[in-house]
């Protein structure tokens, strides 16, 4: 499908105040998702304390918390291509904030777990949604950077929970995690008074207006008109909007090799961030403390391999700075696994989070340049929302093959994943440099 043309000397959203701003907005939307996701980790043993949960009730409560986000990155990505980004945007960071905070008031499971399946479908929209805000706010030339820096805001998120977590607990308990969930409800007011919509989505809107009196008027004929109708259809029905991810034999091979990118980027992410502290601490000896260093370490590649893609995927473009990555995903995790001297690890996992996870970003500048604007933030929650449900087993698998066979052998399996996504890229079209449509 083409959804892009090549760059022209109109360029998108001039102001670069403007440009920050957006940018700002999106990184954060994204950072409370990994804050959010993280404190629930840190307060399931104060939950199980308090309401006498097993550990497959507190287990549930994360497994909700995704499926409301799986839910919510649905429906709020075709609000988002209805009513804004921006506008969207501040919705799901209100909705999150608010249910958040709510679980701090939990009696027991059942209300505890509404909450969460509600702040879940609060979280699953932030992703896509500033994912196209980043795409559509700046330049052609700086696009994957710009998805580049969303994705550095999830892993700050994540980076902030794990520092007062551990505090906020021993001073309050677990309910006051929750209580600072409330804050980001604030966050709402900045977006909305300093953020406009981006140029290309009310380009879009106008479009789509145009095509409505078009119609009204009888004079729908031609190829330009036909074209602003069909726009126009996807505008109003969601049903549509969710088809035009699959409208075509083209498209299709798109939306497939999209899906398979984002499922092997979350499976990697997952099953490395949910198993290496165990591993390191337990089966490498090095202890609690000594490994929650190493695997700080790994989640400052994981930064640094972000900002890196996203300054290959403009440079070089989509295809080349996948491959790279991608291969050095396959080569540093297989020798990770195989690594058993302590500097030698804190080293290497510096490289294997680098690679591994540095193509986060680049997924949202990727995604934007397959799909025209009316459709971008559905195809954006849609497609990264089904790679991260089905990202979201890598724990499980993984702790059955180590189970059976050894973690540092299940680690070493986790390359193959790698091949799969390296394979796909060739289904894909290359667009740096390209202008959104």
Do not use: C
């Not at 330009?224 to 035009?244: L, M, N, P």
């Not at 900002?307 to 995790?333: E, H, K, Y």
């Amino acid at each position: 499908m083409s959804a892009s043309t090549p760059l022209t000397t109109t360029d998108i959203a001039e102001d670069r105040g403007y440009r920050r701003k957006a940018l700002f907005a999106a990184a954060v939307g994204y950072g409370l998702d990994g804050f959010d996701l993280l404190i629930l980790s840190f307060a399931l043993s104060g939950i199980i304390a308090s309401f006498g949960l097993s550990d497959v009730e507190a287990g549930s409560l994360s497994t909700i918390t995704l499926l409301g986000a799986v839910v919510g990155g649905i429906v709020f990505g075709a609000l988002a291509d209805r009513h804004g980004r921006v506008r969207v945007l501040t919705w799901t960071v209100l909705i999150f904030a608010v249910f958040t905070g709510l679980s701090a008031l939990a009696q027991g499971y059942w209300d505890l777990a509404a909450y969460r399946f509600v702040a879940g479908i609060g979280i699953g929209g932030e992703f896509g949604i500033g994912m196209a805000l980043a795409a559509e706010a700046v330049r052609a030339d700086q696009r994957a950077r710009a998805t580049s820096w969303v994705g550095v805001g999830f892993q700050l998120g994540v980076f902030a929970a794990a520092v007062v977590s551990a505090p906020v607990i021993a001073w309050w308990g677990w309910r006051a995690l929750f209580v600072i969930g409330l804050f980001p409800a604030v966050y709402v007011f900045f977006v909305r008074r300093g953020v406009g919509e981006p140029e290309a989505f009310v380009r879009a809107q106008e479009q789509t207006a145009e095509a409505d009196v078009d119609e009204e008027a009888g004079s729908g004929a031609g190829p330009a008109a036909s074209s602003r109708e069909s726009s126009a259809a996807v505008r109003e029905s969601f049903a549509a909007k969710i088809g035009a991810l699959a409208k075509d034999r083209e498209t299709v091979t798109i939306t497939f090799a999209l899906t398979v990118l984002t499922s092997v980027q979350n499976f990697g992410y997952f099953g490395i961030i949910t198993w290496l502290p165990n591993y390191l601490s337990e089966q490498m000896g090095l202890g609690i403390t000594k490994g929650s260093l190493w695997t700080g370490v790994t989640v400052m590649g994981m930064l640094a391999g972000i900002l890196i893609f996203g300054q290959f995927a403009d440079r070089l473009g989509r295809r080349p700075a996948f491959w790279i990555f991608q291969s050095g995903a396959i080569v540093t995790i297989l020798v990770y696994s195989q690594l058993s001297d302590p500097t030698a690890l804190l080293a290497g996992g510096f490289f294997m989070g680098a690679f591994a996870n540095g193509m986060l970003g680049g997924h949202g500048a990727l995604l934007a340049e397959m799909y025209p604007t009316e459709v971008r933030a559905t195809a954006q929650n849609v497609i990264f929302n089904i790679g991260r449900a089905i990202g979201g087993l890598a724990p499980v698998v993984i702790a059955v093959l180590a189970g059976s066979l050894g973690f540092g052998f299940a680690l070493a399996l986790l390359p193959t994943i790698y091949v799969i996504q390296f394979l796909a890229m060739f289904l894909l079209p290359e667009k740096r440099g390209h202008a959104l449509v």
